[in-house]
Structure formats: structure tokens, C-alpha cells
């Protein structure tokens, strides 16, 4: 079993900053991939970075490309979403999630584990 806790969500003004953060802990491998996702009132979760644990490529989703950098410290048991340059379309809840495997992927379903989701709100 993996449980994923997420920190660092709020409410921010259109063109600042958050950095969310994602603890790991129990069964973490370093064949394990996370990803950060968002969900929006009324809408599925949509995928927004995702990284191996081990480290390697990042993937982001179109729109938020250049802003958003998603990060991981193994030494922490935590991945990070730096966001930049928000936008009140960036409001949403943000889960982070993993998935046994190290490839990565932009399909929620793929991921078995995911935290209980922080905040986001931009301010326009």
C-alpha cells in the first residue's frame, strides 16, 4: 500500500505562485511513476505532470507547459508541482496519484493511489 498526502494549496492572485507537495509513504518503489492531476466542479480529472519516481522525463499537459514544473526528492518521499504564472483557469482540487511501473502516463486510471486532494484557487 502507498498513501499519498498533498500540502500547499491556497488562494492566490492570477499570475503567482504555489508549490504543492505530495508525501509518500509505505510500499514506495522506485518502479513506481506519480503524476499530478486537477479536478474542476463538474469535470473529470484532468492530467497535468507526471514523473517517474526514479527520476527521468516529465511529461505536462499542453496548458501548462512552461508554467508548471513537477519535481521529486527521494531522500523526502515527495514529488512537488511548482505552478507559476497562475491563472483563474487553474482553479481546481489537485490530487497527486501513483501508479506501480515507472513509465508514465496522462490516464487517471492508470494510477491505483491517490491522495485526498488540496485547493487551488486563482484569484483573477
Known amino acids: 500500500q502507498v498513501q499519498l498526502v498533498e500540502s500547499g494549496g491556497g488562494l492566490v492572485q492570477a499570475g503567482g505562485s504555489l508549490r504543492l507537495s505530495c508525501a509518500a509513504s509505505?510500499?514506495?518503489?522506485?518502479?513506481?511513476?506519480v503524476g499530478w492531476f486537477r479536478q474542476a466542479p463538474g469535470k473529470e480529472h484532468d492530467f497535468v505532470a507526471t514523473?517517474?519516481?526514479?527520476?527521468?522525463?516529465?511529461y505536462y499537459a499542453d496548458s501548462v507547459k512552461g508554467r508548471f514544473t513537477i519535481s521529486r526528492d527521494n531522500a523526502k518521499n515527495t514529488v512537488y508541482l511548482q505552478m507559476n504564472s497562475l491563472k483563474p483557469e487553474d482553479t481546481a482540487v489537485y490530487y497527486c496519484?501513483?501508479?506501480?511501473?515507472?513509465?508514465?502516463?496522462?490516464?487517471?486510471?492508470?494510477?491505483?493511489?491517490w491522495g485526498q486532494g488540496t485547493q487551488v484557487t486563482v484569484s483573477s
Open positions: 496519484a501513483a501508479k506501480s511501473g515507472s513509465w508514465t502516463s496522462p490516464t487517471p486510471r492508470a494510477y491505483g493511489y
Open positions: 509505505g510500499q514506495v518503489s522506485s518502479t513506481y511513476a
Open positions: 514523473i517517474p519516481w526514479s527520476g527521468g522525463t516529465t
